[in-house]
């Protein structure tokens, strides 16, 4: 056949083969190679936020972590169309601490409060007016919201998210805790904490993560172990309160019930004045800013 196409007879050098398949094998040794490392690279990701634990990476037959890679590697800290056209409004960008200043003062943290991997960090501190955490609190005002936000806390840590409370709190008032000197927020506190580890955490579930500190909480709402991420949210409709903690509701109240009034009348808030100076919201319908507590180190998102 190839003396009647004119061409004559093709014959391929042997070396020529080789040296192709050489090629050939090299390039898939590469490719090989190279998704190894993407691989151990997205283990490394899913382990360091807090998405799954090295043991879960690690065991055999653990196929779902790569259906958890597309929410791992969005980007952080965004909105997306939907979330956006839902009206929800970015508190923290990931990159600054813009709208954002320490209670009872102007502009951003110089020190303390800061920003590293697109996390939000509060370094260890005594949890005191005078640490060096302080409390953050956003620039802008709510009424009736829903708060949502990722949290992770270091072992034995103990901090909270405050809400309907009036920043222009002055000193002098009844405090609210060992050294306390009136110079942080008085109001409604989501808890953050290492149940585990923490004294509080023995005190019972109004003193547990995900709690409405000291005056309600479920006790079948559990935060992840120290070191992962949580999942948190907190509603506020009118006078009605939740929280919730993982998708588990771990706190509700409505403040024109008697059960809140009995609650309130039992916790450390009873000493509070209704009126006067300093004023606070407990029952009231205010604007509120939102604070987080100083007492660290912990993470935010």
């Not at 790569?66 to 169309?81: G, K, Y």
């Not at 949290?151 to 009844?174: C, H, K, M, Q, T």
């Amino acid at each position: 056949m190839p003396a009647l196409l004119g061409c004559g007879t093709v014959i391929f050098p042997t070396d020529d083969c080789l040296a192709s398949e050489r090629r050939k094998f090299r390039r898939q040794r590469r490719h090989v190679r190279a998704t190894r490392l993407r691989i151990a690279r997205l283990r490394r990701l899913l382990a360091h936020v807090g998405v799954l634990t090295t043991a879960q990476l690690e065991s055999n037959g653990c196929a779902w972590p790569w259906l958890l890679a597309a929410r791992v590697l969005r980007e952080p800290n965004t909105l997306t169309a939907e979330e956006q056209t839902a009206g929800w409004k970015l508190l923290f960008d990931g990159r600054s601490l813009g709208g954002w200043h320490l209670y009872q003062q102007k502009g951003e943290p110089k020190t303390g409060w800061h920003v590293e991997q697109g996390v939000l960090i509060c370094p260890k501190t005594n949890g005191r007016p005078n640490g060096s955490g302080g409390d953050l609190v956003t620039d802008t005002k709510f009424v009736d919201f829903e708060f949502s936000f990722e949290w992770r806390i270091s072992p034995a840590g103990n901090s909270g998210v405050l809400y309907l409370f009036d920043e222009s709190r002055a000193p002098g008032g009844p405090p609210m805790y060992r050294g306390d000197t009136g110079h942080s927020p008085l109001g409604f506190e989501y808890q953050v904490l290492d149940n585990e580890n923490h004294p509080d955490g023995k005190r019972g579930p109004t003193h547990r993560a995900g709690a409405l500190y000291d005056l309600n909480a479920n006790d079948k709402a559990a935060p992840k172990p120290v070191g992962e991420w949580n999942e948190s949210r907190i509603v506020l409709r009118g006078k009605h309160i939740e929280h919730w903690l993982n998708g588990v509701k771990s706190a509700e109240a409505d403040l024109d019930s008697a059960a809140y009034r009995e609650a309130f009348a039992k916790s450390k808030y009873h000493v509070v004045p209704k009126g006067g100076a300093p004023r606070i919201c407990f029952g009231r319908r205010l604007e509120s800013r939102r604070s987080c507590a100083r007492h660290g180190p912990e993470l935010i998102r």
